[in-house]
């Protein structure tokens, strides 16, 4: 089930998660620590697999003891060194996957993490008390992680997670069974610095954002400022960075609309001119979209397998499957919008549709409704 997730892994928020400084388009700091945490769920693994001691000890006739570290256990040592004090401090609000939940543990166990720092300097009974003290971690984490308790708390973190990439790929493609062709549109909504309090009022500023949303919702489904939409898709996130953000995905018929750089800029700018009152940004990400390796918005009609794919397992898959490693706290109430599900198109005689076969590797550069 993680290989469902490994994309990001490999390049996913680098293709989607990316704004314009400086004219230069760059990773921000919040997307490169969700890379960090999917590095220490494979950490986790990795070691919960591994066997007999990964820290022992040698003699050098010039030092005396020292400590030896097979390969996963240096890794170990330096992923545990960083801590965990920027997570902590981008993310506030969160709940982190288990497996990190477990890493975070171990950096609770350890009283001396300047040991850390200089283990490999480390001599005689120093180094032979830091190799205990890491064995036996590395035996908790194995004990940790085949209990019962884990595999249960896991099961529900899983659950949760693959029910709403299931909503989200359910929902297009039932919008591509009633819509043959659609403009796809992703626009990102954020404040400008210093509108919301951030950590010190953070669940007040929580409801005053939720207030936006629902507002922008609203108008949306009006045709407001742009009519003729057929779908939405939405994700609220909060980094230190950049404050709370919403990640919007918007589906309009393809017979009505081409412009799709111009509809999203319309729909960022009725952000943060109308619905914020001047204290919004937006990203367009469709202005843009000729950088992105995969390309998954745009005009794409249902038989453009190779752009559906990619809306559905890049652009969409974003919006839900970053939640498999940090998501908002349940205190922060809904984080996930989407539109309500399409009635089926009533059948009709005729040629059946026929699909574009998908090419063989391509890459191309590059509605009120429920939440969870």
């Not at 390049?11 to 388009?25: F, I, K, N, S």
């Not at 919960?48 to 050098?60: D, E, P, Q, R, Y």
């Amino acid at each position: 089930m993680i290989d469902e997730v490994d994309w990001i892994d490999n390049g996913g928020p680098l293709d989607l998660m990316v704004e314009e400084v400086g004219g230069l388009l760059v990773l921000r700091v919040e997307e490169s620590l969700v890379l960090e945490l999917r590095s220490i769920e494979k950490l986790m693994c990795e070691l919960a697999g591994s066997k007999g001691f990964l820290f022992s000890s040698f003699a050098c006739k010039r030092d005396g003891i020292k400590v030896k570290a097979e390969r996963l256990g240096r890794y170990f040592v330096d992923k545990l060194k960083r801590g965990k004090g920027m997570l902590e401090q981008y993310f506030p609000s969160h709940e982190v996957n288990p497996y990190v939940e477990v890493f975070f543990k171990c950096i609770d166990r350890l009283d001396d993490l300047y040991s850390l720092k200089v283990w490999l300097e480390l001599r005689n009974g120093a180094a032979e008390a830091f190799l205990v003290r890491m064995n036996d971690l590395v035996e908790f984490v194995r004990l940790e992680l085949t209990s019962d308790a884990f595999k249960a708390v896991l099961k529900r973190f899983r659950k949760a997670s693959f029910k709403r990439v299931n909503s989200l790929e359910g929902y297009i493609d039932a919008l591509f069974a009633k819509h043959s062709r659609m403009l796809v549109v992703r626009v990102d909504l954020s404040y400008q610095s210093g509108f919301v309090s951030g950590r010190k009022e953070f669940y007040d500023d929580v409801k005053k954002v939720k207030v936006h949303w629902a507002k922008m919702q609203k108008d949306l489904h009006k045709g407001i400022p742009v009519d003729g939409l057929l779908g939405f898709a939405c994700k609220l996130e909060y980094g230190q960075l950049k404050g709370f953000h919403f990640h919007l995905l918007l589906f309009y018929n393809g017979s009505n609309h081409r412009q799709d750089g111009v509809l999203a800029r319309m729909v960022g700018e009725y952000w943060r001119d109308s619905i914020t009152a001047g204290a919004g940004r937006y990203f367009n990400c469709n202005a843009v979209k000729d950088k992105y390796r995969y390309l998954g918005i745009g005009m794409i009609s249902f038989n453009q397998l190779d752009r559906v794919s990619a809306l559905k397992n890049r652009v969409a898959s974003y919006l839900t499957k970053v939640d498999y490693w940090i998501r908002l706290s349940p205190e922060s109430g809904r984080s996930f919008f989407r539109g309500n599900m399409p009635k089926p198109k009533s059948v009709k005689r005729g040629r059946p549709r026929v699909h574009e076969p998908a090419p063989p590797s391509r890459h191309v550069h590059g509605l009120l409704g429920s939440g969870f």
